[in-house]
């Protein structure tokens, strides 16, 4: 069993508005049933997908800034930052001039299809 590995190792996967490194769950490099984590990037001047999940989510900003809607309510983030959201949230990330990259951990089980 493979216990260490670098984000390198993980392939990317395009979406519309980011990519993303899956690397803990059920798309990651690493299988999982009860965790999720990876790395997502959003491209600057991007306006992401309104979504929500049905488990909790925790981010943590790992460069760049941004703004992020959570039910309705934009707030700023940057570099060093947790979010938090709760499940069946909606939120959405807005960039302008700059990228955000994201540490992103999930609890229980979910496929990130879009």
Request: aromatic content about 12%.
């Amino acid at each position: 069993m493979k216990y260490i590995f670098s984000q390198e190792e993980i392939k990317k996967k395009q979406f519309d508005d980011r990519w993303v490194r899956f690397a803990f769950g059920p798309q990651g490099l690493k299988e999982s049933e009860g965790l999720n984590l990876g790395i997502v990037n959003f491209s600057k001047n991007c306006k992401a997908l309104n979504h929500r999940h049905n488990v909790e989510e925790a981010l943590f900003v790992l460069a760049g800034s941004a703004q992020i809607k959570i039910n309705g309510k934009i707030y700023p983030v940057k570099k060093n930052d947790f979010i938090y959201v709760p499940r069946e949230t909606d939120h959405q990330v807005i960039t302008s001039d700059k990228s955000i990259k994201i540490l992103f951990v999930f609890g229980g089980e979910i496929i990130i299809e879009h």
